[in-house]
């Protein structure tokens, strides 16, 4: 069974930064490019960030560009998404998802940003 | 980047057929845009129900269907059920740019 978690949410200031995490299991991790989602509190889905296979491909939303870095680490099946120079806008809840079909989604973790 | 359009809100009688559409602001979507359509209910991580314009996962209804109609992506619910209330959305892929998502549409079952 396809399984993603994710993690590192929380409380942060403006201008803070946050490295969250999926952890993945399941599937051949290494074999699917993962993408990051985000869902303001009220809003729309708006997609974040990709990453193929291997990491050797980013693909950044213009509002997160410079700020956010997708990574990923295919030993432990764990995506990343580290998160700087924080605003309040970016409070939001934020879902990996598998690709390839986008098959399967986590169930998200909450980044607040708030002083 | 482009803007991906859907109607905002859509009512549909239970029992009837309703289309739900996305647009892009670069012109007629195509399956070079690979469209993805997504549900979600409230509290709930979104499902997705559509990729690659009509291909439906192993839990997709059958009464979701995925097409391109007058140059849009449009996803087709026929035999509206009281549980398909709920939020849609669909995302479209740009070559050498992120994904777009549309704002989402409200389908109301009433």
């Known amino acids: 069974e396809v399984q993603l978690v994710e993690s590192g949410g929380g409380l942060v200031q403006p201008g803070g930064s946050l490295r969250l995490s999926c952890s993945a299991s399941?599937?051949?991790?290494?074999?699917?490019?993962m993408h990051w989602v985000r869902q303001a509190p009220g809003k729309g889905l708006e997609y974040v960030s990709a990453?193929?296979?291997?990491?050797?491909?980013?693909y950044y939303a213009d509002s997160v560009k410079g700020r956010f870095t997708i990574s990923r680490d295919n030993s432990k099946n764990t995506l990343y998404l580290q998160v700087s120079s924080l605003r309040a806008d970016d409070t939001a809840v934020y879902y990996c998802?598998?690709?390839?079909?986008?098959?399967?989604w986590g169930q998200g973790t909450l980044v607040t940003v708030s002083s | 980047q482009a803007v991906v359009t859907q109607e905002p809100s859509l009512t549909v009688s239970p029992g009837g057929t309703v289309t739900l559409t996305c647009g892009s602001s670069?012109?007629?979507?195509?399956?070079?845009?690979?469209p993805y359509w997504f549900q979600q209910k409230p509290g709930q991580a979104p499902r997705t129900l559509i990729y690659?314009?009509?291909n439906k996962h192993s839990w997709t209804p059958a009464r979701f269907s995925g097409s391109l109609l007058g140059g849009k992506a449009a996803l087709t619910l026929s035999g509206a059920q009281p549980e398909d209330e709920a939020e849609y959305y669909c995302?479209?892929?740009?070559?050498?740019?992120?994904?777009?998502f549309g704002g989402g549409t409200q389908l109301t079952v009433l």
């Open positions: 998802v598998k690709g390839n079909g986008w098959g399967n």
């Open positions: 399941g599937f051949t991790f290494s074999s699917y490019p």
């Open positions: 990453i193929s296979g291997n990491g050797g491909s980013t």
């Open positions: 670069t012109g007629a979507v195509t399956s070079g845009h690979y």
């Open positions: 690659d314009t009509s």
């Open positions: 995302l479209l892929s740009y070559s050498g740019a992120p994904a777009v």
